[in-house]
């Protein structure tokens, strides 16, 4: 009996861009980098959240007289929720007459997440699958991570973690003993550029990757190629350089896209992405090529 | 059109055009020489009137050869009209005349000539047809389930039965003749001082009799392909209506020698049985196996090419197209789009355990891919052994977005089909009849699904209403108390089990009493003729001449059961957020006023069927069993007359039953808004299934799969996106293998379409002629389909694979 929970924002079944077979995808609530382009805003902030649907709102306002942390107030007959002074009672849902409101994230414990993930043990056998642990960053809840990863080798269940690499170099290694395969986010190759896109630079990261190259972890690279943030032909060049100094062989890349445009507006957060144009493959077919001249396994 | 099959012949694609663009029209010339028939041999048996209705249809009926045809046979005067049916019900015909042409879905137009022609031999059928003999023979206390819709049995007496498969393989290697031959000797043999085989010889005479009707209808269109030899001007057709000419007076009589002959023999006996009887899901059984010889043989000696086989493929696809079907507007809601189920299976096993595919297989994907069309109903036969390489064919056609092809399974059928008696040899050759449905094709009688539909989640607001039907008021069955005093969730278990068992004697003797006068009133003779062992027994299909003969009735809502008994256990026993007289205003009251929105928004909130979810599976998988274990005790009318079985057993192939069994149910505890659809077979409820393919199939895994031999339909719906790749692909097909191999599953088929194809051909139709949706087990226009039915499929939840 493992009670230890997790925070987690969703279970998803029947993954199958998240490494081999089919999987199930676990998502941890927590992030410590604030990517512009993040589509799953909802995974950023390391607790329950509430989220508000502007639609169903008949501007009543007994949330905002109801919340105990203040954490609601009233703009231009809108509302508007202060995620980081929300501590997540949840009074706004039983205030709310339309139910507006709606809860993000959910303390789970390590069993119920396991029992979960193996309901699909069948499919995970046949195909070649396994379950992902990914995030937000899986790696703020190391500990309890590791555990659900330890139950998971007792059923012999192949284990896939993607992460941002953002942690201590500590963590980051005790983590590496549970994994097979490392689904390794690199947002840029520049530390300054790093920074300006997701809040923090990519030193520790790259340290990180190191360390697993050296453990001789099996890594792919995954690069969210994001519009005047990293998809010049420069950058790629940039970016083939830096994996290969560092002998990662393997590279996913993610055209942006805007699936997570809408979750913005139900968290009441500012998106700086709005209106930019998605990408497909095909506007990248220049840029895989540049690593692949480069030696690197390059997909999509 | 597909780029990945290539694309029809040139004059496959004109004729395919022309049976697209044909007016779908009601055509009385069966009725009229029908009634002719009836009337000139009033004072013979049955059996033999019933031949020499078909001799006289068979020998006056309009027959044509269309200009790009290279197979003949037509069913009525025009491509794609319906003939009328009158011996099994005419008050309907009579009473919708001036309404065909103003449906909403399932047009048919009519001319003012034909309908007098109806009008005029209306009277004759006066009391005088399956359907008003049938509500005759019910018994009061169930023909108030069938007035009331609880069991709903239209199809079975206003139609013919079918659901079945003869053995063409037999067929075209021996010719109607060796079926004459050996008639013509058990006959001989009789001791007519045996009152019995007195019965048997009118039986014969009439086998007799209608091969040698089919024989001559043959010799019609050889006739006829002659004379338009002799008028065409191009060269290149006069020599094929003359090869033509030439195949008809040998086939079907005779033994077919080549795939050309093989496939006219077959599709004019096909035709003639879709003559003979209306029933639908007449399926064309294991073709890539029977066919295969000939198709050997001809591509080895030269005298085809992989391509000319294909053409002659699509062109039968085509023609078995042209079969139209009309039903009642109260039918035809049970039976959108309609639809004629002829099926053809491909792949599974040999009789010796070998993987059965070959090249055939191939090309009867390519061809069916090329034609698209909702006819046939294409269903593979999944097995363990089924490699890669065939599994991505599959694949690549159900990328062709036409909802085929249906997988059935070898894994879960040929087990469960050993362990109700079947030989090991028949079970390895059993087919898929009409859509998930499945039988050994020539061996089994009729309707191995496709008896009475019992509306489950209309049948608990009645268990739980203490026997009464809520919406009419009427007291229907004894109850054991109402819902608003019952304590415990126990309380109203036992109380469906109770009600369920006696709604399922009831559903039994709807039927019994239905096929009693199918048996007397409408024997098939052509049908038992081609199935073993009628000739060998004297017995036609209905008497107990089949081997094999096990029926099923189509148990309609399982969703929808299964997440009300969840809701009320939750939200009313468990939680008591929700009193019992709350729920039950609620009810009544089709969840309107304030509370009521409050009350829906708690049940459907509660657990749902299809996310993998023990709580509110198993609740459905034991109530599910009330039915199954009462069903399996009644025989049916053929039990120690011959088969082996004679008995029932589950199944819920819904066909879009889902819809019209909706349109008669008030607001369920499920949450369902009243006289909205029920959820259609096995699958979850518009948009409950929140967590994926892989949970849908583990919760309908759970479902008690080897006693429901009568089908667990599962339809899935992808968008197209999805497939693009080969590493997806190896995905879905691992997906499908391991809830067939692992699960056990029973079928699945996919609809690969987006929504917003989906949406812009509801508001623009004429752009999308030819779009084409699965509506249950089954492929049909999406444009024919009432508006209601194409809510329904827009709101199916779809996978993001």
Redesign the interface.
């Known amino acids: 009996m493992n009670q230890e929970k997790a925070l987690l924002f969703n279970i998803?079944?029947?993954s199958?861009h998240d490494g081999p077979?089919?999987r199930t995808t676990v998502f941890f609530k927590g992030c410590p980098l604030r990517c512009h382009w993040c589509s799953n805003p909802e995974s950023q902030i390391g607790k329950i959240q509430v989220a508000w649907n502007s639609l169903k709102c008949i501007s009543c306002q007994k949330c905002v007289k109801g919340c105990p942390e203040g954490a609601i107030s009233e703009a231009k007959g809108s509302i508007v929720i202060d995620g980081e002074r929300c501590k997540g009672w949840q009074e706004c849902l039983k205030e709310c007459p339309t139910?507006s409101f709606q809860i993000e994230g959910e303390y789970k414990t390590v069993d119920k997440i396991v029992s979960e993930v193996l309901?699909?043990i069948?499919?995970y056998?046949?195909?070649?699958?396994g379950v992902t642990l990914t995030g937000g960053e899986v790696l703020q809840q190391a500990d309890v991570a590791i555990e659900i990863l330890k139950e998971l080798k007792k059923h012999n269940i192949h284990r896939a973690v993607e992460t941002t690499g953002y942690a201590a170099p500590k963590v980051f290694e005790k983590f590496l003993e549970h994994i097979d395969l490392l689904l390794f986010d690199l947002k840029h190759y520049d530390p300054v550029k790093h920074k300006e896109g997701t809040g923090v630079d990519n030193m520790i990261i790259l340290e990180n990757m190191k360390a697993a190259v050296k453990k001789g972890k099996k890594i792919v690279a995954r690069i969210p190629v994001i519009p005047n943030f990293n998809d010049s032909l420069q950058d790629a060049e940039g970016f083939s350089k830096c994996l290969n100094e560092i002998g990662i062989k393997n590279v996913d890349l993610l055209p942006f896209h805007q699936f997570g445009q809408k979750k913005y507006d139900l968290l009441c957060m500012e998106y700086k992405m709005k209106d930019v144009k998605q990408l497909h493959p095909e506007d990248l077919m220049d840029y895989q090529e540049v690593f692949i001249r480069n030696g690197l396994n390059c997909k999509f | 059109m597909s780029e990945y099959f290539g694309l029809l012949t040139k004059r496959m694609n004109q004729f395919r055009e022309e049976v697209l663009t044909a007016k779908p029209k009601v055509c009385a010339e069966r009725a009229v020489y029908t009634t002719e028939s009836y009337k000139e041999h009033f004072d013979k048996p049955i059996v033999l009137r019933r031949a020499y209705m078909l001799e006289n249809i068979l020998k006056k009926m309009s027959i044509f050869i269309e200009e790009d045809t290279l197979i003949v046979g037509n069913q009525a005067t025009e491509n794609r009209s319906a003939p009328i049916f009158p011996e099994y019900a005419m008050d309907w015909v009579v009473k919708e005349l001036d309404e065909f042409e103003k449906r909403n879905g399932d047009i048919f137009y009519i001319t003012e000539d034909t309908k007098q022609q109806l009008r005029d031999i209306a009277p004759f059928w006066e009391h005088n047809t399956t359907k008003e003999r049938g509500l005759a023979a019910i018994p009061p206390a169930s023909k108030v389930f069938y007035d009331l819709g609880i069991i709903k049995a239209e199809g079975n007496i206003t139609s013919g039965d079918a659901h079945i498969a003869v053995d063409y393989g037999k067929v075209m290697k021996d010719g109607l003749k060796d079926y004459k031959k050996r008639t013509l000797a058990v006959m001989d043999s009789l001791d007519l001082t045996d009152f019995k085989n007195l019965k048997k010889l009118y039986f014969y005479q009439s086998i007799i009799i209608v091969i040698d009707a089919v024989t001559a209808f043959a010799k019609r269109y050889s006739d006829l392909a002659t004379s338009m030899a002799e008028k065409e001007k191009n060269p290149v057709r006069a020599v094929e209506l003359r090869e033509i000419a030439s195949i008809l007076t040998k086939v079907p009589y005779e033994p077919a020698d080549s795939f050309y002959e093989a496939i006219q023999s077959m599709w004019l006996v096909q035709l003639v049985l879709q003559i003979e009887s209306n029933g639908h899901s007449l399926s064309y059984g294991r073709m890539d196996q029977f066919l295969y010889p000939y198709y050997k043989k001809d591509i080895d000696a030269g005298v085809i090419t992989e391509e000319s086989a294909v053409e002659l493929l699509t062109n039968l696809w085509i023609k078995t197209m042209t079969i139209n079907k009309i039903r009642s507007w109260a039918h035809t809601q049970f039976s959108a789009g309609s639809p004629l189920y002829q099926n053809v299976t491909i792949g599974g096993q040999t009789v010796d355990k070998k993987n059965a595919v070959n090249p055939l297989s191939y090309l009867i994907l390519r061809s069916v891919a090329q034609t698209k069309l909702p006819q046939p109903n294409l269903t593979v036969r999944y097995h363990a052994g089924l490699d890669d390489r065939f599994m991505k064919e599959c694949v690549e056609v159900i990328k062709e977005g036409f909802g085929m092809p249906a997988f059935n399974s070898d894994e879960i059928i040929i087990p469960s089909f050993i362990e109700k008696g079947i030989k090991e040899e028949d079970a390895y050759n059993y087919s898929a009849i009409g859509c998930v449905e499945v039988a050994v094709p020539g061996k089994w009688g009729y309707r191995c699904t496709g008896m009475s539909f019992l509306n489950f989640p209309k049948s608990l607001l009645i268990t739980m209403n203490d026997g009464v039907d809520p919406k009419s008021g009427v007291k229907i069955a004894e109850g054991v108390g109402h819902f608003k005093d019952m304590e415990n969730f126990e309380d109203l278990q036992k109380a469906w089990d109770v009600l369920i068992r006696d709604f399922t004697r009831h559903s039994v003797i709807i039927e019994n009493a239905c096929d009693m006068v199918l048996e007397a009133d409408v024997p098939d003779v052509l049908c038992s003729a081609l199935s073993e062992d009628c000739i060998g027994r004297g017995k036609t299909l209905k008497e107990g001449g089949a081997i094999y003969d096990f029926i099923s009735g189509l148990q309609v809502g399982i969703a929808n059961l299964a997440d009300s008994l969840a809701a009320i256990k939750k939200c009313v026993y468990e939680e008591k957020r929700i009193s019992r007289d709350e729920l039950w205003n609620a009810l009544i009251n089709n969840f309107e006023g304030q509370d009521g929105e409050r009350i829906q928004?708690m049940l459907l909130a509660a657990p749902k069927y299809g996310n993998?979810d023990d709580y509110v599976d198993l609740l459905v998988t034991e109530a599910y069993n009330s039915y199954i274990d009462e069903v399996v005790k009644y025989p049916n009318t053929r039990f120690g007359r011959g088969p082996v079985g004679g008995t029932r057993y589950a199944g819920t192939s819904s066909i879009s039953a889902n819809v019209g069994q909706g349109l008669g149910t008030m607001a369920t505890p499920d949450g369902r808004k009243a006289f909205t659809p029920l959820a259609e077979g096995c699958s979850p409820t518009h948009a409950m299934d929140k967590?994926?393919?892989?949970?849908v199939f583990?919760t309908v895994s759970k479902l008690p799969t080897k006693d429901i031999t009568g089908g667990v339909l599962l339809n899935q719906k992808v968008t197209p996106q999805v497939l693009e790749n080969d590493?997806?692909k190896m995905?879905l097909i691992?997906?499908l293998?391991?809830f067939f191999?692992?699960?056990k599953g029973f079928h699945v088929q996919y609809n690969v379409v987006s929504r917003d194809t989906l949406i812009d051909a509801q508001n623009h139709p004429e752009k999308h002629r030819d779009l084409i949706v699965r509506v249950a087990g089954y492929s049909a226009f999406f444009n024919v389909l009432s508006k209601t039915t194409q809510d329904d499929i827009i709101k199916r939840t779809e996978?993001v694979?």
Do not use: C, V, Y
Request: charged fraction near 35%; hydrophobic fraction near 30%.
């Open positions: 998803q079944k029947f199958i077979g089919i139910d309901k699909d069948a499919f056998e046949e195909s070649g699958g | 928004n993998d967590n994926g393919p892989t949970s583990k590493d997806a995905k691992a997906m293998r391991t191999n692992k699960l996978h694979l």
